[in-house]
């Protein structure tokens, strides 16, 4: 739906010539790929640095925190582009990012260039998923949040790494993961409700079965309990009831902060068709720096707001605040209303052909009046008024109706 706050502000093309020549970095900095010090990134890299200083210095999360990557969507060309089928965005940049599980605030992320990129990239003999989790984390550290990931990041190690450190850590893991017990990589559950638990130290790991599908899980979260689940028989069968561990439907509540974080940036979003990787990852920091001020909005120091604005009024507000009242539109469309008619002097008002290269546009009074042609479609006029610049029908009198002149 076209908003005419932007509508009325600058054309389109206009809005394409300024995305056709916008930089934030001086290429004259780069340094070449052979340079151990050359960075992909350095297109954006001042914007980005601002951004990830920004989130983190205007935020203090919740305790429940999530780690999981944030694709950014192209299919151009780009050397570190990536494919995770697993994705409503299955090609794109992929991003590790942090967010807040119960706000949905991205407080921290590094795209992701490689193993031989920077942004922790770098190689080692730490597993990537840990060094991830890791860096992002590193500023909470002894601080008692509880961190929440999937089974790529998740292992032993890194779970009990993180309890050191006083941070509590849950996710799925994979059976044939280094360190869990060898009964979990053999157990074979059948029935729903069914389960097994492996305490060990501070660390337990988690074994569920619902119909088809065994869930693992691997947390330092210290959640031992169960409580019962209730399922809707089917086809005139009663209610099932079983029991259902604590600690997997604590995850199941967590886990999806960045998951959510991309579906409110994916709702507005002024990202464009672009043959530059690079314009697509200043576009997502703009649509997370959206984000990220909406939901400050809502929870506005005092307590959450009352009464706070959409989502849409949101960004309309801010587009407003930014235009402060500029145009770069050098005339716009008067188009009178059937209450207060305008009143033009004949002398200087005359038909005459459109010269843009459709050459027709719709008459504004036939739009006014709700006339539509037969098929239902709006009527269109290829003459225009010289002074007014509106398109006006030449035979249906339309002209004459919309200059209702004083005598």
Same mark, same amino acid.
């Given at each position: ?34 340079? =151990? ?106 601080? =008692? ?32 993961? =280094? ?229």
């Amino acid at each position: 739906m076209r908003q005419r706050v932007i509508y009325d502000v600058m054309p389109r093309n206009r809005y394409e010539v300024l995305s056709k020549y916008i930089h934030v970095a001086n290429n004259a900095t780069q340094k070449p790929r052979a340079h =151990r010090d050359h960075d992909k990134l350095h297109k954006v890299r001042p914007i980005i640095d601002h951004a990830k200083r920004t989130f983190r210095a205007h935020y203090y999360p919740h305790q429940n925190i999530a780690v999981d990557e944030a694709m950014i969507k192209f299919k151009g060309k780009c050397s570190f582009l990536q494919y995770v089928p697993s994705k409503p965005c299955k090609w794109g940049m992929k991003s590790w990012a942090l967010a807040d599980s119960e706000s949905f605030y991205l407080i921290d992320f590094n795209v992701y260039v490689g193993i031989d990129g920077k942004d922790g990239n770098a190689r080692s003999n730490i597993p990537l998923g840990t060094r991830v989790v890791k860096t992002l984390v590193e500023p909470y550290y002894k601080k =008692r949040h509880h961190v929440y990931f999937d089974n790529y990041f998740t292992s032993v190690a890194l779970v009990e790494s993180l309890q050191r450190k006083k941070t509590y850590a849950s996710g799925t893991v994979r059976k044939e993961r =280094r360190g869990l017990p060898t009964q979990m990589k053999t157990l074979n559950m059948k029935q729903s409700g069914q389960m097994r638990k492996w305490p060990k130290g501070k660390v337990m790991a988690v074994s569920w079965q619902e119909k088809k599908r065994q869930v693992n899980v691997l947390t330092s979260g210290n959640i031992t309990g169960n409580f019962e689940l209730r399922r809707p028989g089917r086809r005139g069968e009663p209610e099932q009831r079983y029991p259902k561990p604590l600690a997997i439907q604590d995850y199941t509540d967590n886990y999806n902060g960045v998951d959510k974080t991309d579906q409110l940036r994916q709702y507005y979003g002024i990202a464009n068709k672009a043959h530059k990787w690079w314009k697509y990852l200043f576009w997502f920091i703009c649509d997370v720096t959206m984000v990220n001020a909406y939901i400050l909005h809502r929870e506005a120091p005092g307590g959450p707001r009352p009464k706070p604005k959409t989502h849409l009024d949101f960004h309309l507000d801010v587009a407003l605040a930014l235009v402060a009242g500029f145009s770069s539109r050098k005339r716009k469309a008067n188009v009178a209303s059937p209450d207060t008619p305008a009143i033009k002097k004949p002398s200087v008002h005359e038909p005459s052909k459109i010269t843009t290269k459709r050459g027709i546009r719709n008459c504004v009074v036939c739009t006014r009046e709700r006339r539509v042609t037969p098929a239902r479609n709006q009527i269109q006029s290829s003459f225009e008024c010289v002074k007014c610049g509106v398109a006006l029908c030449k035979d249906r009198g339309c002209f004459g109706a919309f200059h209702q002149f004083q005598q």
